[in-house]
């Protein structure tokens, strides 16, 4: 068994690309908020002019145009950033099952499920939840969870790495 929500959590290489990503939406929406600011001041500006005066449609003009191009720039930086992440996940998704694969291989273990170690606390729904619909409601000493974590992250596995017993149920 793997809880693969854990082994994300522990992964330095995935949490580091997410943070990148995370900070290059922050800089995105302050970003955005400061076009915002200027969208508003043109916006003032047309309050100097005359509705039908030439320098109104014109001004009025360009705030449309400005605020149209800062909706098309957000959506296509916001889904660039999307994108980035949807592929950042399966990437190391696929990391993650090339080694449980190996680890299975290396043990005689012909199947590996997925879990989920989140304890239910009953003031949270959503965990009691995901509690309930557990598909796996005992196991002992089956969890792989720590090893495969200590394969995705080489430079942590020399320090917490445990020695694997073949002929044991799962080495711990």
Do not use: C, W
């Not at 955005?32 to 100097?48: F, N, P």
């Not at 098309?72 to 999307?82: G, H, T, W």
């Not at 196991?139 to 394969?151: A, F, N, R, W």
């Amino acid at each position: 068994m793997i809880d693969i929500g854990e082994v994300f959590k522990q992964h330095a290489q995935f949490n580091k690309q997410l943070a990148g990503l995370k900070d290059e939406m922050k800089n995105l929406e302050s970003f955005y908020q400061g076009e915002q600011r200027r969208v508003a001041q043109k916006r003032d500006e047309l309050s100097t002019y005359n509705p039908g005066s030439v320098q109104y449609k014109k001004l009025e003009e360009e705030t449309a145009r400005m605020v149209s191009d800062l909706q098309v720039e957000m959506a296509l930086k916001q889904k660039n950033i999307a994108e980035a992440e949807a592929k950042l996940y399966f990437n190391t998704y696929n990391e993650i099952t090339q080694h449980v694969a190996e680890f299975a291989e290396r043990y005689g273990i012909s199947l590996v499920l997925r879990h989920n170690n989140v304890q239910m606390d009953p003031q949270k729904r959503d965990t009691v939840m995901q509690g309930v619909n557990r598909p796996i409601v005992y196991q002992q000493k089956l969890d792989i969870t720590d090893e495969i974590i200590s394969m995705v992250n080489p430079a942590t596995a020399s320090q917490s790495q445990r020695p694997a017993q073949p002929g044991r149920s799962v080495p711990k």
